[in-house]
């Protein structure tokens, strides 16, 4: 009877024993599942994108493909007095405008930019009055500088990553401000003599507002050097130079480029 029941004993622990095992083996996998799950389903953050910093500083370079006056002949008639006069205007005008250029991010995706642009214009107009068959001409030559000061928020937020995360849009104002006005007239009655005058031109608008609208894309390299090519319009509210045949272009499409640190 004894070794009966230390078999009956043995055959009992050898139930449980293997009856803990079993239990602990089929724990594992689900505990280790459990884990990988849980692992695999946590967020992830995202990268943020390069090159969006707090403040930024450079120089910008705008191209002008057209032409910042508008030329036109003029021609007209005082009946009354028998007088007839022809004004045309022909111009020449630096290609490109550049100056400093600075950037503040406000918001994860907005920011402040602000730009001092100088360029300048010089412009020859013409005009022949003529009375009874006597002819006046008169040649004024001008040149001036202008300064531009654009205010714009630029936005991006189209995607955080890839290629659409470099573009951005742009909007906001200018201020135009022409300066250094330098004139050289002169003046040709029937039969002569020649007088000169170096009284400067008077613009029509010395201070100058304006409504700017832009689109650009900002590419950064392994250094942190910025660079920034940006497709502009403006707005200008009113005209620089409106005399006769002198007209400033109202309408300003510019293509330029930035680079900032």
Known sequence: MHQIGNVRTSAARCVLAAAFCSSWVAFLPAAYGQESSSSSSAPVAEPQSTGWKRFSFGGRVNGYPFNVLNNKNVNFNVTAANQAWAVSTVNNYLKIAFGPAVEVRVFRQFSLCGEFLYHRLDYTQTAQITVDGNVTAIVQQTRATMWDA????????????????????????????????????????PGGPTTTSNAPATPSARNLPGIVAGVGMRFVDDFGIKLSPE???????????????????????????????
């Open 150 to 189: 654009p205010m714009m928020i630029r936005w991006r937020g189209l995607a955080e990553t890839g290629f659409l995360s470099h573009l951005y849009f742009a909007g906001g104002g200018a201020i135009r401000d022409v300066s250094h006005i330098n004139s050289n007239t002169q003046t040709t009655p």
């Open 231 to 261: 497709l502009r319009y403006t707005r200008w509210l009113g005209a620089t130079f409106s005399s006769d045949s002198t007209q400033s272009r109202r309408d300003e499409l510019v293509v330029g480029i930035a680079l900032t640190f």
